[in-house]
């Protein structure tokens, strides 16, 4: 029977004066494969190899549990044919391979020849070298549990202490625990993110036999919303789409087109908020050449781009008086004149319009035009929040995460409770304001776990974020001599997740984050993410919804101290 290490002779005394380095030499390339090999497979057969070609440890073999965990199978090994590898496989606690699996300590048989519990189960007496030969196997631990054997034969008589090699594989058996251990855990969160991936598809598919065209979710709400735009989508009426920003106006109508007989002609979406307003007339309706400075050829603008299929107005809203007037003749005669020209242009276009304003009140107050409130109310549709979608907010998070995860190149998983924190939140900026909190959590957990801890520091901000726009900017605003945009004016930084869930396209992309004031108030908030993160500016940035530079330039604005930016 094998020997455990405690009985092992010690006077053996190291004569190989090289021994030593070419025991670093293994270890620390085997380290190095541990960090930079791509798979399991390529990291352990790379320390086999080490151990025979460097050490004279021969056909070593990692043995691992099989599904039923019944029995050991040789998973990877060096110097083994595929023959060999498939005979060997013991049962728990059957001969040396097996008694180590079992009771978790190393055995060295010093002559297999002369031991009845050595098998020969995987390589033949006939295969190996004449003399004796020695067998170790160690088992590999994970933490007190044994979850394989690491094994490999040596001749016997050699100047190299047999009690040496056995202190380099237990060494090694923590490296493939380390291996395996990591290889395990993606393997977990790559199957989870697979399984909700397939559920996610089939849910799409299931929605797309609907012509729902990729909106996920399966609330009432939405049912409802779905089922008004299939009713008008292959007619020329004007559709009008309300609900609060955030809640997908542009991709619902983007279902529209899909659905109605201009499916084969191009789609325009343009936001009439994002666009300042002395270049949105330019925009819409095109110009002729030396229609103003820097107007050097003509150009078509959106609406005759869009000519044979739809064109989607955002924040329709936002129209000065002046371009309501405008639309109103298109959507009467189908005719534009471009800035500059005096030539009628017809047109063939179906406009849809959306808002997150209560046009009925801008009418009232007189900045809408009632003649084009009318035209452009002919089939309202409301666009439900997200805190009226019961149970979509499971759906869509999982949509999230998987689309974050490839964006990111990673493999993080919902911690235990997360979803019901997501379930829970109000939502004020919807699926935008929902996708961009996912994809804040994938960028700032660090375990590859999002925690409720990573949630709420969020929420936190959202929060923050929240009562701002809806106190309207009217804090205080901070400045040495002047106030300070968040980034100089000559550039614009675009952020990973934006700032403002009032701008940009429904599209549930994330915009550009518009330009805000520096606030004494934020000082706190920047300190606070730092803290979170260690000092690393790069994740506190992520946190507060800010680009990296955009982070830095409030640090320096605000005069924070040096160690407060310091990286972790």
């Excluded at 800010?546 to 320096?556: D, K, N, V």
């Amino acid at each position: 029977m094998g020997y455990p290490t405690d009985v092992l002779s010690h006077k053996n005394v190291e004569s190989d004066a090289g021994a030593g380095a070419s025991d670093l030499t293994v270890l620390h390339e085997s380290a190095k494969l541990i960090g930079q090999a791509a798979t399991p497979e390529i990291a352990i057969s790379g320390t086999l190899r080490l151990m025979s070609q460097m050490l004279g440890l021969n056909r070593g073999r990692v043995l691992l549990p099989s599904t039923t965990g019944e029995t050991l199978q040789i998973r990877y090994s060096y110097g083994l044919r595929d023959e060999e590898r498939r005979l060997g496989v013991y049962k728990v606690g059957e001969g040396i391979t097996g008694t180590v699996m079992k009771s978790g300590q190393p055995a060295v048989v010093q002559n297999i020849d002369e031991e009845p519990g050595y098998l020969f189960r995987a390589v033949d007496r006939e295969t190996l070298p004449d003399g004796m030969v020695a067998y170790i196997a160690v088992p590999i631990m994970d933490g007190n549990s044994t979850i394989g054997v690491l094994a490999a034969h040596r001749l016997r008589m050699r100047p190299r202490a047999i009690d040496a090699d056995l202190m380099i594989l237990r060494i090694l058996a923590t490296f493939i625990a380390q291996i395996i251990s990591i290889s395990n855990l993606i393997e977990e969160r790559t199957s989870y993110l697979q399984e909700e991936n397939r559920e996610l598809k089939d849910a799409l598919q299931h929605q797309s036999g609907e012509n729902n065209h990729g909106i996920l979710g399966e609330s009432q709400a939405v049912r409802d919303a779905l089922r008004q735009i299939s009713r008008v989508a292959d007619t020329v009426v004007t559709v009008l789409l309300t609900g609060e920003s955030g809640t997908g106006k542009e991709r619902f109508s983007q279902v529209l087109h899909l659905n109605s007989s201009r499916r084969d002609q191009p789609f325009v979406a343009i936001n009439c908020a994002a666009i300042p307003e002395q270049l949105l007339e330019s925009e819409l309706f095109g110009h002729e050449r030396g229609a103003f400075t820097g107007a050097s050829a003509s150009k078509k603008g959106k609406i005759e781009l869009a000519s044979g299929g739809t064109l989607f107005l955002d924040e329709i809203g936002d129209l000065n008086m002046e371009l309501q007037s405008k639309l109103l003749r298109i959507l009467e005669s189908q005719v534009i004149q471009r800035v500059g020209g005096v030539k009628d242009i017809p047109v063939d276009v179906r406009i849809i319009t959306a808002t997150h304003k209560n046009l009925q009140e801008a009418v009232n107050k007189g900045k809408f035009r009632l003649d084009l409130f009318y035209r452009l109310n002919v089939f309202p549709i409301h666009l439900p929040p997200l805190r009226e979608r019961a149970g979509d907010v499971r759906i869509l998070a999982s949509h999230f995460l998987l689309s974050a995860n490839r964006e990111y190149s990673r493999y993080t998983v919902f911690g235990k409770g997360v979803m019901e924190r997501l379930e829970t939140y109000n939502w004020p900026g919807n699926i935008r304001q929902l996708e961009n909190v996912i994809k804040r959590s994938v960028l700032i957990c660090l375990d590859g776990t999002i925690s409720i801890d990573d949630i709420e520091t969020i929420l936190r901000q959202e929060s923050a974020i929240n009562e701002h726009l809806e106190a309207g900017q009217s804090s205080e605003m901070f400045s040495v001599g002047r106030s300070v945009p968040v980034d100089p004016p000559d550039e614009e930084v675009p952020s990973t997740v934006p700032f403002s869930y009032s701008s940009g396209a429904s599209s549930g992309v994330a915009t550009n984050r518009p330009y805000s004031w520096v606030r004494k108030d934020e000082a706190d908030s920047i300190a606070q993410a730092l803290k979170h993160t260690g000092g690393n500016k790069t994740r506190a940035a992520a946190i507060l919804g800010m680009s990296p530079r955009q982070f830095r330039y409030r640090l320096e604005k605000l005069g924070l101290p040096n160690n407060l930016s310091r990286e972790g």
